[in-house]
């Protein structure tokens, strides 16, 4: 495709998100289920189920495990989410449907084409999230007064991994072993190795590898740092931070070019 030469639309990123979210809003009745009855689910078969038997030995950290599992968990979910709700449209807008190519012959840039889809499932990932939050706190996992801050931390994480996955979905041409590599080798490492049900310490070394770089385990430290007494240094607070924003920015960046490269060809 010719580069497109015309004023950018000041409010094109707007366009492409209230675009998504018109789109989202078919499926309101299922997004809505799948929020109330995830974090039900894994609160009555994980957090009570083995958290009644790990609770008769102490707990963890010196709280329940329904606590101590609880920041994990909602992170878990805004990292899913906010990941799905950006591979999938960017993959539809490339090759499955090439709406982003009918999208780029109008004034909206790629750069806005990319942000409107990051912003879209950013709003997603917050509903879902504040549904699981409230989940959690009627079930007791959230005690403390700043346990509403765990949103924050857990939609840290979800932009954090959602700045990556669009920046790798806009570059895949060929999803055909896609969806299955991203499934195997990096949500379902990252949600068994990332401190989710027991402390990453308590791994083996050359398996705390995967928290080091997962958004999960770093959010979820800085989940279980708000939400009850978890011990954590200053440095290490502002490396967990640090580590987060350094991934959606780089991300964003990355992906800001690639859909540049892709639809101005």
Do not use: C
Request: aromatic fraction near 14%; charged fraction near 10%.
């Amino acid at each position: 495709m010719s580069k497109v030469l015309r004023k950018p639309s000041r409010y094109g990123t707007l366009h492409v998100a209230e675009s998504r979210i018109r789109n989202m809003a078919k499926w309101a009745g299922i997004i809505l289920f799948a929020a109330v009855i995830n974090p039900t689910l894994y609160l009555v078969s994980i957090g009570i189920g083995v958290g009644s038997l790990i609770d008769a030995n102490k707990g963890v950290d010196g709280v329940s495990y329904l606590t101590f599992l609880a920041p994990a968990l909602l992170a878990s979910a805004a990292i899913q989410g906010s990941s799905d709700e950006v591979v999938f449209p960017t993959m539809a807008g490339f090759k499955w449907e090439r709406t982003f190519f009918g999208m780029r012959s109008t004034p909206i840039t790629a750069r806005q084409i990319s942000l409107g889809i990051f912003l879209a499932a950013m709003v997603r990932t917050t509903i879902s999230v504040v549904i699981y939050w409230v989940v959690l706190y009627l079930a007791g996992a959230l005690e403390s007064d700043t346990a509403w801050l765990a949103m924050p931390a857990a939609l840290f994480a979800g932009a954090a991994m959602a700045s990556v996955m669009l920046a790798l979905a806009a570059k895949i041409e060929n999803e055909d072993f896609f969806f299955m590599l991203v499934g195997r080798f990096i949500m379902i490492p990252m949600f068994l190795f990332s401190g989710t049900f027991y402390p990453l310490s308590q791994m083996p070394v050359f398996l705390q590898f995967f928290g080091w770089i997962s958004p999960l385990w770093h959010a979820t430290e800085i989940g279980r740092y708000l939400t009850y007494d978890y011990s954590i240094s200053g440095p290490m607070l502002v490396t967990h931070i640090g580590v987060l924003a350094i991934m959606v920015v780089a991300g964003l960046t990355a992906s800001f070019k690639i859909f540049a490269t892709r639809l101005e060809k």
